[in-house]
């Protein structure tokens, strides 16, 4: 099945007579859904006299200044209503659904707001500074505009309202990164809590330290204020178009440190209707190809978070701003047919520059008509249904009151605090990532499975662990033990020995240059008898020289292999993680930790991303080697489980092409340990080879 395909056009577009050029637009690319968004600087600074009255060639003209991107007249909503209901004919003759996709309901802030005098109460940050443009949902003169608005939307007969990732109390940056502080949640927390703080006061418990119950119930009245404003907008729409469904763009604060469960707000943003969801990680994130990976990782970790609510899913293929000065149809590309084979079922596609002429950019235009063939033949490669197999790093949404904050306001207010960088590491070390198996290995890195259960928890541990020192540290302090009797902050080291054969492989003896250093990195950990060290850090003092990873198996039976630094902080590193020896030892351990080796991995290659995926109830495996690389992979080897039995012959799909194929063109060995399958071609820069395995 390929994926859902819902395309972004401008509701207005700068001349009338380009309309017919957005619809040969939404031909070319198959949408099944075209997404007219509003409101543009361009468009809200438009009289309604002249947007009546467009023809031809007429330019928009310049609003009133009162007229801004931030709050649009509903004089001018009820314009673009009349539109949209003009557009919604024009798309249905086509078999094309139209949505409408709001482009600001709270505001984004930054240089998306247009500026002026503040028409409601603005969100405030952690410094008292108000974000321009960004407005509280707790203000009820605001909740009741947007309602208003987007019931004057609805009254076109639209089937889906979309409001844009600006649905959120955090990162309106630069003036509010955290928020809201202003005094209409202040008041909300007092009336929550019998306490009355200031803001000072508020942002020193909720924000930095420990996880505490002030916390916990200031992430309760920001969620709550959230769900208010969702259901306030739900009973607006609903009023005028019943059928009408209303979706979310979330960005990524709305999963973790803003108090609100996703389900229950799709939910009340849906009230009867399906609720949809617009997850967060665009291709323009990656500004290098060795990052598509992760942003393609992240993705898919949401879609294991709301996959079984019923819940219609839609990446995000942003290419924001929408040429490829900034984002690269290769990167598109990588991203959308990285998507492709782990299943995900639809995207939204960004191809058109917001405010020049619909051919300004036709690149994404380009690709999308040109790879059509090989996205369908991918698809069929790759079932859907399938399951994955792989490594599975835990990662469980609203988590933030478990995570500990530095003391620094600074640090505290600039930080994602549950960013799953786990996956940028798995993302570019040929691992395969899993969210569904249920056998494999896991990894646990900062705080992100702290909030399980001991039940759950002892589940996952029970399949053997990689540990990052912080998720270490809390599982020790939780009674479990993971093979150390005390640790202390580590001097920043320079190199790491690797030795142990058994887990380095090739690689024993080498003396890898870090390169990484910083606050908060290192645990210096004072091991137990029965842990076996396999690397060490080393320096010129003795306090650079202790443990950099080792393994342990205690006495329930559970394996773990603890690296002695904290993900996160290391995550701009230069060689820690970023090294074949270190790819090779994670490799070896995950199969230690298991008892089982990884089904498939890619050793030897930087910035290759593995999937692998299995049929559910059968045995074939289907596998993508991604390059996300600059050179090409020749003759690439895939190590493999043992137990996995290769024929005489193997399907592959080569990358571009529309067609697989069986193929005899590879050499394939079993030393008991591994089965080394190598394969007798070329994966180019940003290329994905596909490789079937029936026995």
């Not at 003209?61 to 314009?79: A, F, G, K, M």
């Not at 094309?96 to 998306?112: M, V």
């Not at 009820?140 to 019931?151: P, Q, R």
Request: with cysteine.
């Amino acid at each position: 099945m390929s994926m859902h395909s819902s395309v972004t056009i401008p509701l207005v577009p700068f001349r009338e007579r380009q309309w017919e050029d957005y619809l040969d637009i939404l031909r070319k690319m198959k949408a099944d859904r075209a997404l007219l968004f509003a409101p543009l600087d361009n468009i809200c600074r438009t009289p309604v006299k002249v947007k009546k009255s467009i023809v031809g060639d007429a330019m928009l003209e310049p609003l009133p200044r009162q007229e801004t991107i931030d709050t649009p007249s509903l004089e001018l909503y009820r314009v673009w209503s009349d539109l949209l209901r003009e557009r919604i004919a024009d798309l249905q003759a086509l078999d094309i659904e139209p949505a409408f996709w709001l482009g600001h309901t709270i505001g984004h802030g930054g240089s998306l707001s247009a500026g002026g005098d503040a028409a409601f109460q603005q969100i405030v940050g952690p410094e008292g500074k108000e974000a321009a443009g960004c407005y509280c949902p707790l203000d009820k003169a605001f909740a009741g505009y947007i309602g208003e608005a987007l019931a004057v939307m609805a009254e076109s007969g639209v089937g889906l309202i979309l409001l844009d990732d600006d649905f959120r109390l955090h990162t309106h940056k630069p003036d509010a990164s955290v928020g809201c502080f202003c005094p209409l949640h202040l008041q909300a927390f007092q009336e929550k809590t019998g306490i009355r703080m200031e803001r000072e006061q508020l942002i020193k418990q909720a924000l930095q330290g420990k996880p505490n119950e002030i916390r916990r119930a200031w992430l309760e009245v920001l969620g709550e204020s959230l769900l208010g404003f969702a259901q306030r907008i739900e009973q607006a729409v609903h009023a005028v178009n019943p059928a009408a469904r209303i979706g979310l763009a979330t960005g990524m604060t709305l999963w973790s440190n803003e108090g609100v469960d996703m389900l229950s707000l799709l939910q009340a943003l849906a009230g009867p209707t399906q609720p949809f969801l617009r997850t967060i990680g665009a291709p323009y994130w990656a500004k290098e190809p060795s990052q598509a990976g992760w942003v393609i990782e992240l993705t898919r970790l949401q879609q294991s978070w709301a996959g079984r609510w019923g819940v219609e899913l839609a990446a995000e293929g942003d290419t924001f701003p929408h040429t490829r000065y900034h984002c690269s149809s290769s990167m598109l590309h990588a991203y959308q047919q990285g998507l492709i084979t782990a299943g995900f079922p639809g995207m939204i596609h960004y191809p058109v520059v917001y405010s020049p002429p619909p051919d300004h950019e036709p690149g994404y235009v380009a690709l999308q008509e040109e790879s059509a063939p090989y996205y369908a033949a991918l698809s069929r490669f790759f079932p859907a249904d399938y399951g994955d197999v792989g490594v599975t790093p835990v990662y469980r949404p609203n988590n933030f009151m478990h995570v500990a904050m530095p003391e620094d306001i600074g640090q505290s207010a600039a930080t994602w605090p549950e960013e799953p960088v786990a996956l940028r590491y798995l993302a570019r070390l040929g691992i395969p990532v899993a969210y569904e198996d249920n056998e494999g290995p896991v990894l646990l890195s900062g705080y992100g499975a702290a909030g399980l259960p001991d039940e759950e928890l002892e589940r996952l541990l029970d399949r053997g662990a990689i540990l990052d020192a912080t998720a270490a540290i809390w599982l020790a302090e939780r009674g479990i033990d993971v093979g150390f009797r005390s640790s202390n902050a580590g001097k920043a080291p320079r190199f790491e020995s690797f030795s142990e054969e058994i887990f380095s492989g090739s690689y024993t003896g080498h003396l890898i240059w870090l390169l990484t250093s910083g606050e908060g990195i290192y645990r210096a950990f004072d091991v137990l008898e029965g842990a076996t060290v396999i690397s060490r850090f080393e320096g010129n003092g003795e306090d650079e020289r202790y443990p950099a990873v080792f393994l342990y198996e205690n006495g329930q039976g559970r394996r773990f292999c603890v690296m002695a630094f904290d993900f996160y902080q290391a995550r701009n590193g230069v060689q820690l993680v970023y090294n074949y020896a270190r790819q090779e030892q994670l490799t070896r351990c995950l199969a230690w930790v298991n008892r089982v080796p990884v089904a498939v991995t890619v050793n030897g290659h930087p910035d290759v991303r593995v999937i692998c995926r299995k049929k559910l109830g059968g045995a074939r495996l289907a596998i993508g080697i991604q390059n996300n690389h600059l050179d090409p992979i020749r003759n690439p080897v895939l190590r493999l489980d043992p137990s996995i039995v290769v024929g005489e012959s193997i399907e592959l799909l080569m990358p571009e092409t529309t067609q697989a194929r069986l193929s005899s063109d590879f050499e394939y060995r079993n030393d008991g340990t591994y089965g080394y399958l190598k394969i007798r071609c070329s994966i180019p820069s940003m290329g994905l080879l596909s490789v079937g395995i029936q026995p």
